[in-house]
């Protein structure tokens, strides 16, 4: 691995250095100092630029200028700010000018319409809504408790960001008239036309105090519509599959529960008689009025007067009926940690198949968020929990037809306080029943389910063979196991695909070797299987593969590095923060059952960690009373052409000692801008008890920018546990293939007409002084634009070259 010391930054070619493109280069502006630009510093002398503020627009215009002559287009290039023709060449043109530009331009006799009168006010009015959109998108929404008002904006602003897959309807009013609020969610691709597809319908908050059920599900959401077209798994999921999602079900419930009676479980009908609410939950059809519910108005399970009695049930029993494709419920609440099954309003199981098909679905979504979070939620028929006569899951089961089960989510027990677990448990929560909700829709909507226990690779050594695990397991229909399943795979976006089995390693599990070809070339590739009856179903398809890029590990570059021997810049601690003890810091760690007795570093001591003494017993020093807070100083995560970043970091974490094992976890957050807004990188609940090495390219959480901050968060809350954590070795890793020869590359920085691999604003303007100067080097192309010198200097060859350039851009 070769290091490169210093190189942190990514520098930033400056055209006005060399006096040849204008004032600040191409798609200039001023930073907050007037000075500083995205692409130049003007006046600086000084070629190598790095961009720190914001850039701003104060007084520029795009206008739209016709230049007639090579003379007149030199002159335009030459003052303009920036041309934003994607190949400025005679003719129309438009160009960025502050307003001294604007007047020189004048001043030589050009005529102008302007396009944008003022771009500042453009680019503030587009950032405002960008701002608007994360902030209200952001993972950290689900740090905190919601108002109703903050839920129907986030419903709204989840259908805006994706306007392709989300749709929004009322599809009724609460008692009290608010409204219940439909989230549509499905694909517009697909081979399945959208009123054909199976649906698949989630509600949450039933009942008004489970304040996590409509987060949960409010997430669920969010994530189908977010990773819609980056995910494969779910973009395939969608294209084939309608979600009809109603998280907040009981709205007049849930504003009382905000506001009046935190605790308030039912909806808030006046019963007239000194008594309100009606447990929406003993309210359904099926066996209603039986065990388990009651007939006075102030019990917290009064059913109502009469079945449906309720607008809020009605509403979702109507979307039901009036949805023909309907093929499974959840219905979501807490708490307890339990996924249940039918029946509830009586001491019975269902017939069988679907016995088998309930018992088997709810055990794999158990071991399933198990193997995530460490977890455990308890798949069990409901009446095994208690009879309740006349709920949702009997009704949609037994009335409506379609497989239904009830989600009781985190904690697993707490009386009152189990309706309102620390804030810091709702992401969790959200995030392990999102893939437990994935795998529940592929397995009653799909065919075959396949899935990747480790995840799947998103870069592999190149000319190698990458190996990682598939589960291929029943769903709708049953793989023929005498038939080898295959992955289909070919090198880049064209060609055939060739084929190769998967390799069994026992019931539903294969491993996959994976060729990979040259360096930079992406491996695109899906699964097969053939199912009963002879039929080949696919996991994807060769129009929509999955994709592998390659890189060159000799040359991995570590551009930033921090062995954690001295602090170069870290911050402990927020203002949430509460931890009274196992404060992240600096320091030698001390061994116990619990914590590393050694950094990582090869020869070094110092690693941060949640206090590094060892104390009279286990939990002296652990995190205690909340959580503790370290952010990392700011990275710059830009990179080179060809290049990637990747952050690299080596943690570790336990949580399963002492009283309550496994009840907390580490959230790692990633930001770009400087820590306003925070990414997920991972929620840890790994128990490793040793060093952990992570890996993640940075692009696939947020942009790369020069603004990068990383956040690790160790927490303890009640039940009080025993967490430690440490954090060593923070790298951020250049990874790529050696960069390919382009002609449009002549010089490097120092404009000596030797080629560096990048093509850049040097080349540019080497160019433009070769062209200017007649220089047989700027002979790139004759009049027809073929590519073959003429012996000629023109402006063909200005055109030409321009076209190779921006090629590389």
Not at 1 to 7: E, L, P, S, T, Y
Not at 313 to 339: E, G, K, W
Not at 523 to 550: C, D, H, K, R, W
């Amino acid at each position: 691995m070769r290091r490169v010391i210093g190189a942190g930054r990514s520098v930033r070619w400056s055209l006005a250095a060399f006096g040849v493109l204008g004032a600040a280069g191409l798609g200039s502006a001023s930073g907050a100092s007037g000075e500083e630009g995205v692409f130049g510093v003007k006046g600086s002398g000084s070629s190598l630029v790095r961009s720190v503020t914001p850039a701003r627009y104060d007084g520029h215009q795009v206008v739209r200028i016709v230049a007639r002559t090579p003379t007149e287009l030199m002159r335009v290039s030459g003052i303009a700010e920036s041309i934003m023709n994607c190949r400025p060449s005679l003719g129309p043109l438009d160009v960025q000018v502050t307003p001294s530009q604007r007047a020189a331009l004048e001043r030589l006799g050009f005529e102008m319409d302007v396009l944008v009168e003022d771009l500042q006010a453009l680019v503030e009015g587009e950032r405002a809504e960008i701002e608007a959109l994360n902030q209200l998108r952001d993972t950290a929404w689900f740090g905190n408790w919601r108002s109703l008002s903050e839920y129907e904006a986030f419903w709204a602003q989840t259908q805006a960001a994706a306007p392709d897959v989300v749709s929004i309807e009322t599809v009724g009013s609460s008692l009290q008239g608010r409204p219940i609020d439909l989230l549509t969610i499905t694909g517009p691709n697909g081979t399945t036309p959208i009123g054909d597809r199976p649906v698949i319908l989630f509600n949450g908050c039933l009942h008004a105090r489970e304040w996590i059920s409509p987060m949960t599900v409010t997430y669920i959401a969010d994530q189908l519509a977010r990773n819609y077209g980056s995910d494969p798994r779910v973009t395939a999921l969608l294209d084939e599959v309608v979600f009809y999602i109603v998280p907040m079900a009981n709205p007049d419930g849930y504003e009382f529960s905000w506001t009046t009676s935190r605790y308030w479980r039912k909806n808030r009908r006046n019963n007239g008689d000194g008594t309100w609410g009606v447990d929406l939950n003993r309210n359904w059809g099926h066996l209603w009025g039986g065990a388990g519910s009651s007939g006075f108005g102030s019990s917290d399970i009064y059913r109502g007067t009469a079945p449906f009695s309720e607008p809020e049930t009605r509403v979702l029993r109507d979307l039901a009926n009036d949805t023909p494709n309907l093929v499974a419920h959840i219905d979501y609440h807490s708490y307890s940690q339990l996924i249940l099954y039918p029946f509830g309003g009586a001491a019975q199981l269902p017939p069988e198949p679907d016995l088998t098909f309930f018992q088997t679905l709810t055990q794999d979504m158990s071991t399933l968020i198990l193997s995530l979070t460490g977890v455990f939620y308890n798949p069990i028929a409901s009446y095994q929990l208690y009879v309740a006569a006349g709920d949702s899951t009997d009704w949609f089961y037994a009335d409506r037809g379609v497989y239904s089960l009830t989600l009781e989510l985190r904690p697993s027990g707490g009386g009152l306080a189990g309706f309102n677990p620390p804030v810091s448990q709702i992401l969790p929560t959200a995030m392990e029943n999102y893939e437990a909700a994935l795998l529940f829709a592929e397995r009653v909507s799909l065919s075959l389910v396949f899935g990747f226990p480790e995840g799947r690779p998103q870069s592999a050594e190149a000319e190698s063979v990458v190996s990682f695990p598939v589960t291929i397991l029943n769903g709708a229909q049953q793989l023929d196991t005498g038939v080898s399943p295959r992955v289909r795979y070919r090198f880049g976006d064209e060609g055939s695909y060739d084929a190769t089995d998967l390799i069994s390693l026992g019931v539903g599990l294969y491993a996959v070797e994976l060729p990979t070809g040259a360096c930079g070339q992406d491996v695109q590739y899906y699964f097969e299987a053939t199912v009963v009856g002879g039929e080949v179903l696919t996991n994807a398809s060769a129009s929509s593969p999955y994709t592998l890029s390659t890189y060159d590990p000799d040359l991995d570059t570590i551009v930033y590095e921090d062995n954690c021997e001295v602090d170069l810049g870290w911050t402990v601690g927020v203002p949430t923060d509460t931890a009274t003890r196992g404060i992240w810091e600096l320091a030698i760690p001390e061994p116990t059952a619990a914590q590393p007795g050694s950094d990582h570093t090869p020869g070094g001591e110092k690693c941060w960690v949640t206090d590094g003494r060892a104390g009279t017993s286990l939990g002296s020093y652990d995190v205690d009373d909340g959580a503790t807070t370290l952010t990392s100083p700011r990275l710059d995560g830009t990179s080179p052409a060809g290049r990637e970043a990747y952050l690299v970091y080596h943690r570790w974490y336990s949580n399963d000692q002492g009283a309550n094992p496994n009840t907390d976890d580490m959230p790692i957050l990633i930001s770009n801008d400087d820590g306003a807004t925070w990414e997920t990188l991972e929620i840890v609940t790994e128990n490793a008890n040793t060093w952990v090495r992570k890996e993640f390219r940075i692009a696939d959480f947020v942009e790369p920018t020069d603004q990068i901050r990383v956040r690790f968060i160790a927490q303890d809350f009640d039940p009080g546990s025993i967490v430690e954590a440490a954090v060593d070795d923070v790298l951020i890793v250049w990874r790529g293939c050696a960069p390919t020869t382009s002609p449009a590359d002549l010089t490097g920085p120092e404009m000596d007409g030797i080629p560096d691999g990048v093509v850049t604003i040097a080349d540019l303007n080497y160019f433009l002084m070769l062209w200017m100067d007649e220089d047989l080097g700027a002979d790139f192309s004759g009049p027809g634009l073929d590519g073959v010198p003429d012996g000629l200097i023109t402006i063909a060859d200005l055109n030409y070259y321009m076209s190779l350039w921006l090629a590389e851009q």
